[in-house]
């Protein structure tokens, strides 16, 4: 057995642990807290795109460029953030399942 084949054996290792339902105790507790967390996060997500609504409307009508710029920068980080919330769940699942694919 050359070097290079002792290498690759020992980084090849393959530990045999995959994601199981019912190991441990709790799960459906944990899964409904993160599915509230997630939702106290899109009710967050609401009220600071209208406060960033506010500050645009607020910046242009009240002829500051500053507040202005600020109003559209908040609506574009309360945009993204609502979509990373709300695709929170397909974005893990198509994650890990691709990691399943790595050998």
Do not use: C
Not at 71 to 94: E, Y
């Amino acid at each position: 057995m050359g070097i290079s084949t002792l290498v690759r054996s020992v980084l090849a290792y393959d530990p045999g642990i995959s994601p199981e339902e019912g190991g441990l105790p709790g799960l459906d507790v944990l899964v409904d807290v993160m599915g509230s967390i997630n939702l106290y996060g899109i009710i967050a997500i609401v009220g600071a795109f209208a406060l960033a609504a506010t500050a645009w409307a607020y910046g242009h009508f009240g002829s500051s460029p500053g507040a202005e710029q600020t109003g559209k920068r908040g609506l574009l980080v309360a945009t993204g953030s609502a979509l990373l919330l709300g695709a929170a769940n397909g974005i893990i699942a198509f994650f890990s399942a691709l990691g399943e694919r790595v050998e």
